[in-house]
């Protein structure tokens, strides 16, 4: 019986997006620039690693062979064919390039509406926004109030934050309303509470996500962000992929920050996970213990928070080498009729301007040991991921997307 193992590598696009001028992003392109840069020696660092970016077992599934499909560059290092499997490229037709937009539509579900964003203005929040957070939250006021980096945030108003007992509010380009505080001096509890008070107020202006970003550190130079994240998101509008299979009465596996993501929403199994090598271990158990027709899905948040927005190309390359050296492991676990699919939700070219997310097309890289390899092409919308798995895992077909299988 068919089963299906799906794995966002956050924020892993390709480059292409047609739209891209809207966003500010006309040649952006998050893994051919980092394979571009490591070629050229760019993308070394003593300790980590060195040279062009090694990653043969995407190669071979066709990481290369997309790329070049979506820009029509081949970059150095990378092969044009694919050597087993299907390959093709994703284009999103929801507006947002973040992550509930991608991974909605990938589940099948593209945002019908906008999100609501605040301003590039010092303070960024509505006034009687952050009034009613204060007195609902019972807060001595709150730091911050404007666009930031998380990391450099915490670096500049952690010290202050603790001394006051003011919560760090604030935002980027996504449609997201970000609260940091420390997890010992504030209290993680208190941190999850505040950001539940947050969240009521900010989703009746479309905000896509509250999110709660615990950190830990006694000063500035000191200071981490832990695996103690939350997002507390608005719900998708339609039934998804993980709906509509739970709802058939089989399994589905969130792995990471997959549930929140879908606020929940057609989860059976819960599986949180901190760092690529553990989400890696957390997905291989899945597979171990899913029954026929589950579906399982990963969000390897890491290649998204720890580098793309940091900004880090070698810490981008190395993470990407180490998730193709584990992939045999993955492969290797694959019943006869399981599918595995690899794609993103969006781009973050860490050699780009800002911090902010890029808006790319995604890679789709399917694999089976039942399947044959061909090209699927330049699918016009995410959603024909989620109608795919659908059609395998034997499901009605839904609104949205058609499939390539
Ligand atoms: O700079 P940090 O806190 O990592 O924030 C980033 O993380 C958010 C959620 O992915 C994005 O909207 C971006 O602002
Ligand atoms: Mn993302
Ligand atoms: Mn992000």
Redesign the pocket.
């Known amino acids: 019986m068919p089963r299906a193992i799906l794995c ?1 590598l ?2 892993v696009g390709i480059g292409g997006a047609p739209d891209a001028d809207k966003y500010g992003d006309v040649g952006s392109n998050t893994f051919g620039h980092i394979a571009e840069w490591a070629h050229a020696g760019k993308a070394d660092r003593e300790g980590l690693r060195s040279g062009p970016l090694n990653v043969p077992n995407l190669d071979a599934l066709g990481i290369g062979a997309a790329i070049k499909l979506s820009t029509g560059t081949l970059p150095p290092g990378l092969s044009a064919t694919a050597k087993g499997g299907r390959f093709g490229v994703g284009r999103e037709v929801s507006n947002g390039k ?2 509930p937009s ?2 909605w539509e990938i589940a099948g579900v593209p945002v019908p509406f906008d999100w609501g964003y605040f301003p590039h203005t010092e303070p960024t929040f509505p006034p009687d926004l952050i009034e009613e957070f204060i007195k609902r939250a019972k807060l001595p006021g709150i730091l911050g109030d404007k666009h930031a980096s998380g990391t450099t945030i915490i670096a500049e108003l952690g010290e202050e934050s603790i001394r006051t007992g003011k919560p760090i509010c604030y935002t980027s380009i996504d449609s997201v309303f970000q609260i940091a505080a420390h997890e010992s001096h504030f209290g993680l509890e208190r941190l999850y509470e505040i950001c539940q008070i947050a969240f009521e107020l900010t989703a009746p202006l479309m905000i896509g996500r509250v999110i709660a970003r615990p950190f830990v550190g006694e000063d500035a130079a000191s200071f981490k962000r832990t695996g103690n994240r939350r997002d507390f998101a608005i719900a998708p509008p339609e039934p998804t992929l993980l709906d509509r299979n739970q709802a058939a009465g089989h399994q589905v596996y969130a792995i990471g920050k997959i549930s929140d993501i879908y606020a929940g929403h057609g989860v059976t199994h819960k599986i949180k996970g901190t760092g690529l090598p553990q989400l890696f271990d957390k997905t291989l158990e899945a597979m171990e213990m899913a029954a026929d027709n589950a579906f399982v899905m990963t ?1 390897f ?1 890491d290649f ?1 928070s720890e580098y793309g927005h940091r900004r880090d190309v070698p810490g981008y390359a190395a993470a990407l080498e180490y998730f193709d050296s584990r992939l045999p492991e993955m492969i290797a676990a694959l019943r006869h009729d399981d599918l595995l699919v690899l794609t ?3 781009g ?1 070219d860490p050699t780009w301007t800002g911090t902010d ?1 890029t808006r790319e097309q995604i890679p789709i890289l399917v694999f089976s040991p039942s399947l044959g390899q061909s090209e699927i092409g330049i699918r016009t919308t995410f959603a024909d991921i989620g109608e795919s798995i659908a059609l395998w895992l034997g499901l009605v077909p839904g609104s949205h997307g058609k499939s390539f299988l």
Request: net charge negative; no cysteine.
């Open positions: 966002i956050d924020s973040d992550t991608g991974h969000n948040v998204d993103a939700d969006h973050n997310h």
